[in-house]
């Protein structure tokens, strides 16, 4: 799993030509100690200052600086199994625990956003919150349909299907599976999983699940800062959002259990991560989803 422990943000500082002077910050991060994570920071700094400064970076500054590498997200808890780790679990950018799962396959699949067929259409569902319910029912339900048939066709799967505020979630218990392999991402294909989802497991080399609410479906104002912190001060700041985010979370669950197909296979990783995600994410306790 590409997740790494340490993060820290470091600042590259140059004059130009016209003597104007540039100071670019950047985030790196470690698998191994925090001089390394510095050192990669500067390197990441001095790239969009070359980018945006000297115009003299080499390919697109967005693709390099904030779609590549591992996302950074702080690690709140690592489950182990037979002396190695199947699971990692982080707290994403916006505050929610995310499960990392190394080998137990999860696939999101999206609801399709409603839209119209031509002009008169539009105005039909811009007009009538009855015909936009209609057709947001009847697209679940065709989201729903697809997978039954999909699962159908495919007896020697088995998942469980949860659904989610905005789709489905797929959980794979069949066997173990490798995020990077071909047949994962033939898989996510058939399935129509959502394309975000797809990059990010190639990113992470994991399979990720949201376990706990989205802070704005709580009314929560948005967090004060960002992992890692640049002071004692700042994280203090952003523990107290945490401990008011986890006080409201209880009230919500991430998910709900919609249907099984076919049993969870004998594999103690693999019944951990279905104990676990269930469990943090709530799917029993007849709360909003959130």
């Known amino acids: 799993m590409n997740i790494p422990p340490i993060w820290t943000k470091a600042y590259y500082e140059n004059t130009d030509r016209d003597g104007g002077h540039h100071r670019f910050a950047a985030y790196g991060w470690s698998f191994e100690s925090l001089d390394e994570a510095r050192r990669r920071a500067v390197e990441r700094a001095k790239r969009i200052y070359r980018y945006i400064v000297d115009e003299s970076g080499d390919g697109a500054l967005v693709d390099y600086e904030y779609s590549a590498g591992p996302i950074r997200e702080e690690i709140v808890e690592t489950l182990c199994g037979d002396e190695a780790v199947i699971a990692i679990v982080t707290r994403n950018r ?12 999860f696939v999101d699949v999206d609801f399709p956003p409603v839209q119209s067929s031509g002009l008169l259409d539009a105005l039909k569902l811009a007009f009538s919150a009855s015909n936009r319910q209609g057709r947001r029912d009847a697209l679940i339900q065709a989201t729903f349909d697809r997978v039954a048939d999909w699962a159908e066709h495919n007896p020697q799967r088995a998942f469980r299907m949860y659904r989610t505020p905005s789709g489905l979630r ?4 069949d066997r173990l599976y490798d995020p990077t392999a071909d047949e994962t991402a033939n898989l996510f294909e058939q399935l129509g999983a959502d394309g975000l989802y797809v990059r990010l497991t190639k990113r992470q080399e994991c399979f990720r699940a949201r376990v706990t609410a989205k802070p704005w479906a709580l009314r929560l104002q948005e967090a004060p800062n960002t992992f890692p912190w640049e002071d004692k001060t700042a994280e203090d700041a952003y523990r107290q959002w945490e401990r008011e985010y986890t006080e409201l979370n209880v009230r919500y669950r991430a998910c709900e259990l919609y249907q099984t197909y076919g049993d969870v296979a004998d594999i103690p990783s693999l019944r951990t991560i279905v104990r676990y995600h269930d469990q943090t994410a709530r799917i029993d306790t007849g709360a909003p989803l959130a």
């Open 94 to 105: 916006y505050g929610a625990l995310i499960l990392n799962a190394a080998n137990v396959c």
């Open 170 to 173: 797929l959980l794979f218990t």
